[in-house]
């Protein structure tokens, strides 16, 4: 079994600062990509950011300059820095890895966390 949690979620003034943090636990061999996903009701789940093991970075647009995504290979853990926040941003962030156990790489969730902008 494989466990993402999340932590750091929270309500923020609108041009205000969040960190998320995302550790994956469990039994494994690796834990490969990992990324921070969002979804606001009625609307599809959409990547933020994601980087890979060694280190690739992509983000979403909308958050570029703003977002900073960072990992711990040692501690298996994602974080996401937010910076100057917008009410868009509002959402439940969902963390992400694709874990490999045994030869088969699988997918995993977080059970999301949830971000409020708001003045």
């Known amino acids: 079994q494989v466990q993402l949690v999340e932590s750091g979620g929270g309500l923020v003034q609108p041009g205000g600062s969040l960190r998320l943090s995302c550790a994956a636990s469990g039994t494994f061999f690796r834990v490969n990509d990992m990324g921070w996903y969002r979804q606001v009701p009625g609307k599809q789940r959409e990547l933020v950011a994601a980087?890979?093991?060694?280190?690739?970075?992509n983000y979403a647009d909308s958050v570029k300059g703003r977002f900073t995504i960072s990992r711990d290979n040692a501690k298996n853990t994602v974080y996401l820095q937010m910076n100057s926040l917008k009410p868009d941003d509002t959402a439940v962030y969902y963390c992400?890895?694709?874990?490999?156990?045994?030869?088969?790489?699988?997918?995993?969730w977080g059970q999301g966390t949830q971000v409020t902008v708001s003045s």
């Open positions: 980087v890979t093991r060694g280190g690739t970075i």
């Open positions: 992400n890895a694709r874990v490999v156990r045994a030869i088969l790489e699988e997918d995993y």
